[in-house]
């Protein structure tokens, strides 16, 4: 009964900036790590950015010094900016949390829907 929900994707022009969040909810006892994966068509899923609970962050080397990945572990909330957003970097956005459920008392992979980020030229 655990769900992310994302938002915040849509249609920018290159050298814009979007910021994407993560809502968990459910029955959550704790959230591990939190990630940003995406995948363009024809192309498989890739890893973005992950946080780690205590903070540690983690990119692709693609998104190095534009992405800013962060979370707010009160609400549960994960989020990333997008700066200078290049027409690769369109594709579907999808967060990802390893999520310490009540019932049953274990560590599940959870995944959102995903939101569609569209970077033009």
């Known amino acids: 009964q655990v769900q992310l929900v994302e938002s915040g994707g849509g249609l920018v022009q290159a050298g814009g900036s979007l910021r994407l969040s993560c809502a968990a909810s459910g029955s959550i006892f704790s959230i591990n790590t939190m990630g940003w994966y995406r995948q363009a068509p024809g192309k498989q899923r890739e890893l973005v950015a992950t946080i780690h609970s205590g903070g540690t962050t983690n990119y692709a080397d693609s998104v190095k010094g534009r992405f800013t990945i962060s979370r707010d572990n009160a609400k549960n909330t994960a989020y990333l900016q997008m700066n200078i957003l290049k027409p690769e970097d369109t594709a579907v956005y999808y967060c990802?949390?390893?999520?310490?459920?009540?019932?049953?008392?274990?560590?599940?992979?959870?995944w959102g829907q995903g939101t569609q980020v569209t970077v033009s030229s």
């Open positions: 990802n949390a390893g999520v310490l459920t009540t019932t049953p008392l274990r560590l599940n992979s959870v």
